[in-house]
């Protein structure tokens, strides 16, 4: 079975940074997209970005853009979110996803994924 697990996340004042995890196994990397998510609290899950892992492309939503960086180590079968300047509009439930399908036009949409971490919490005070 494919599982993910996250880790990395934390209470942390605003300005300041975070690194999540996301580990893989059971899992081949070759033909695949990879995506980070995040759920505030009574609100939908939304896509932050992917990384694909044959092309090594990376996209992020509009609100990520300059802060969050997605990065990934085939070796440890891990990918990364860097998040930087972390602001109080952060604070959500971060989640990793994985689907075979590339990533194309669709990175977003929750439903089109096939695994899911359990998630991690991030919580920013101001």
């Known amino acids: 079975d494919v599982q993910l697990v996250e880790s990395g996340g934390g209470s942390v004042q605003a300005g300041g940074s975070l690194k999540l995890s996301c580990a893989a196994s059971g899992y081949t990397y070759g033909g695949n997209c990879m995506g980070w998510f995040r759920q505030p609290l009574g609100k939908e899950r939304e896509g932050v970005g992917y990384?694909?892992?044959?092309?090594?492309?990376?996209s992020y939503a509009d609100s990520a853009k300059g802060r969050f960086t997605i990065s990934r180590d085939n070796a440890k079968s891990t990918m990364y979110l860097q998040i930087n300047d972390l602001k109080p509009e952060d604070t959500a439930m971060y989640y990793c996803a994985a689907r075979a399908a590339s990533c194309a036009l669709t990175w977003a949409r929750a439903d089109l994924y096939n695994y899911w971490g359990q998630g991690t919490q991030v919580t920013v005070s101001s």
């Open positions: 990384i694909d892992t044959v092309s090594l492309r990376t």
